[in-house]
């Protein structure tokens, strides 16, 4: 077992989102024991199973989803129906399972796979690559070395000091480099992440973080791979922090209360993000140069802000091109 250490860079950004995140934290707690019910759990989860799988190219909508778990007919695919059986059980299973420990990954894979591959609970005995539009954007390490690499990730995930908000996020993109398995690499991931934050605030355990990426799957993918160009985690763990906060803030916002979800809302941005929807409502087709240029701070600064606040606070009206910036009515500007 080597000392291996992730490559990272810590941020101001994802220090900022680490503390804003905390705070908003301490009201989901409040909010998730007062009024997630067991109908409401179920719902968030059904909506995480469905964004999860979504990105894998699962066409079943949420109703859908909802009627195999209640086991009524539903026209889909036998795959796409067992792809849901399965991302339920292995949901349900997170409180069984151990986030560093190898066994329970395997278990989690299986869980998820089962009757979808053939490798089912182990490791991939072949090389794999990630295409886009037939385009090899990755190559994973050799089978052979996957479960060396794989127990360095735990080990290292074991006796990790950085806070759960961070090391999930870097053991996210570390388990998609590595590509462990066959197939299901990207909702294991996905799963594991939320396993580490549950165990760490069970809360989170609740909290559907992939129907955002779901939202913001071109955003998703695009930090996997600056990330992978990079040759470290950092943008895309600062784009995970994005979510996570943008998550917070859309589901305090609908069980919160308007007023008080709106106020605390705003309260959470920073300074930054505030300048950045002041000069939206101001000049809606603004572009991204322009804001860089006028607030003094980098291009990819803007983008991964404007990513945090894609959805909750902004929209985009029309093609990146010709279109324009829409600033939501849930925000209210009180300085």
């Not at 930054?272 to 002041?278: A, C, E």
Request: glycine share 6%; charged share 20%; proline share 4%.
């Amino acid at each position: 077992m080597t000392n291996y250490t992730p490559p990272l860079t810590i941020t101001p950004h994802m220090l900022n989102r680490v503390v804003q995140i905390s705070e908003l934290l301490g009201r989901w707690s409040a909010m998730a024991n007062t009024t997630l019910t067991p109908t409401l759990r179920r719902g968030n989860r059904i909506r995480t199973i469905q964004a999860s799988l979504a990105i894998e190219q699962n066409t079943l909508s949420v109703a859908q989803v909802t009627a195999v778990l209640e086991g009524k007919a539903v026209r889909g695919s036998v795959r796409e129906i067992a792809e849901v059986r399965n991302a339920f059980a292995a949901y349900e299973g997170m409180p069984l399972w151990v986030a560093h420990r190898e066994a329970d990954v395997l278990a989690a894979h299986r869980a998820l796979m089962s009757g979808l591959v053939d490798e089912c609970g182990a490791y991939r005995s072949g090389g794999v690559g990630i295409y886009q539009n037939q385009q090899l954007v990755h190559l994973a390490p050799p089978a052979s070395r996957v479960p060396e690499l794989m127990r360095d990730l735990l080990h290292w995930l074991a006796f990790t000091d950085l806070p759960p908000l961070i090391s999930s996020c870097v053991f996210h993109y570390e388990f998609e480099f590595i590509h462990p398995f066959a197939d299901g690499n990207g909702r294991m991931g996905r799963l594991w992440q939320t396993l580490i934050l549950s165990q760490w605030r069970s809360e989170l355990a609740w909290l559907p973080i992939e129907t955002l990426i779901h939202e913001r799957q071109a955003a998703y993918y695009a930090a996997l791979g600056q990330a992978d160009r990079a040759g470290e985690s950092t943008l895309f763990v600062e784009f995970m922090l994005d979510v996570i906060h943008a998550n917070l803030q859309a589901h305090l916002l609908k069980h919160d209360g308007v007023n008080d979800g709106v106020n605390d809302g705003v309260n959470a941005l920073d300074d930054l993000d505030r300048q950045i929807l002041r000069m939206m409502r101001e000049l809606p087709r603004i572009n991204q140069s322009q804001l860089a240029q006028d607030l003094n701070c980098s291009v990819p600064t803007i983008q991964r802000r404007i990513r945090a606040l894609r959805g909750t606070y902004i929209e985009r009206v029309g093609s990146d091109k010709k279109g324009h910036w829409r600033v939501l009515d849930r925000y209210i500007d009180h300085d």
